[in-house]
């Protein structure tokens, strides 16, 4: 697993829960794709904010609920600081409704799935928006 202070890593998984980011490390692990981990929606952006112009991330997974900044927020100020990238936003969340997926998509969310989630599944959406090197 990448630390956010030296990580270039292609995949960003935002989650204030460490078990469901554990599980998640792992499984992204095992598939050889390179994961930075941030335990909240803050210092995810202050992450993003310190990274070069060209700093592209493949893929971004977050939860909706998480203490301070939450996952709405989150995409939306993604969505302001790379308007022209077009980042895939994977929302994991225990939330799980028509509006709260209608939200997620107007925040910016690519995919949404309900936890728990299986690795396959999270592979099956990763593989929508990524290809592995």
Same mark, same amino acid.
């Given at each position: 697993?990448?630390?956010?202070?030296?990580?270039?890593?292609?995949?960003?998984?935002?989650?204030?829960?460490?078990?469901?980011?554990?599980?998640?490390?792992?499984?992204?692990?095992?598939?050889?794709?390179?994961?930075?981990?941030?335990?909240?929606?803050?210092?995810a952006?202050?992450?993003?904010?310190?990274? /070069?112009?060209?700093?592209?991330? $493949? !893929?971004?997974?977050? +939860?909706? *609920?998480?203490?301070?900044?939450?996952?709405?927020?989150?995409?939306?100020?993604?969505?302001?600081?790379?308007?022209?990238?077009?980042? /895939?936003?994977?929302v994991?969340? $225990? !939330?799980?409704?028509? +509006?709260? *997926?209608y939200?997620?998509?107007?925040?910016?969310?690519?995919?949404?799935?309900?936890?728990?989630?299986?690795?396959?599944?999270?592979?099956?959406?990763?593989?929508?928006?990524?290809?592995?090197?």
């Amino acid at each position: 697993m990448a630390d956010a202070e030296n990580s270039d890593a292609s995949i960003l998984l935002v989650d204030d829960d460490p078990l469901f980011t554990a599980e998640m490390v792992q499984i992204l692990e095992d598939e050889e794709l390179p994961v930075c981990t941030f335990e909240s929606a803050a210092h995810a952006i202050r992450h993003m904010q310190s990274r /070069p112009w060209s700093w592209n991330p $493949r !893929l971004i997974i977050t +939860d909706i *609920v998480m203490d301070g900044i939450g996952g709405y927020q989150l995409m939306r100020r993604i969505t302001e600081l790379y308007p022209t990238k077009n980042i /895939p936003i994977i929302v994991v969340s $225990r !939330l799980y409704s028509a +509006d709260y *997926v209608y939200e997620a998509e107007v925040a910016g969310a690519s995919c949404f799935l309900q936890k728990p989630v299986t690795s396959q599944k999270l592979l099956a959406a990763i593989q929508k928006y990524i290809k592995k090197s």
